[in-house]
């Protein structure tokens, strides 16, 4: 079973992002912040992990520049309200293996699926 970390300051983004990748049929683990997500994400070892990219205290770019330098290769997709060009240049500077605009859940179900897929 594929296992995504989400870590999303909404309890709702959270609770919904769980619930439909559950059903899907992945293993789910939620966060509210990123701050000491290193230590989940290095014990769970997430096969992806769905970071938003605007949260207080720690940013998900910002997040993410610290798993990278920690040497940390998961894949990790973006995930955010913001702007698409906001949110692929964000993507692009911090690393990111890519991004998604929070959507409608079945196509981020589907969205999760593609990016797991074998030999991607």
């Known amino acids: 079973m594929k296992k995504v970390l989400v870590i999303d300051d909404s309890s709702f983004v959270r609770l919904s992002t769980t619930l439909h990748l559950q059903r899907a049929g992945y293993k789910v683990v939620a966060l509210e912040s990123a701050v000491g997500a290193t ?3 290095r014990a769970e070892k997430p ?5 938003d990219l605007n949260m207080p205290g720690l940013e998900g770019d910002e997040f993410l520049t610290i798993i990278r330098g920690l040497g940390i290769d998961t894949k990790v997709l973006l995930y955010s309200a913001a702007e698409p060009f906001e949110l692929e240049m964000a993507a692009l500077e911090s690393g ?4 998604l605009q929070k959507c409608a859940p079945e196509a981020l179900v589907k969205a999760i699926d593609s990016w797991l897929r074998p030999g991607r």
């Open 47 to 51: 096969d992806l992990v769905l970071l």
């Open 39 to 41: 230590t989940v994400l």
């Open 96 to 99: 990111a293996d890519g991004f």
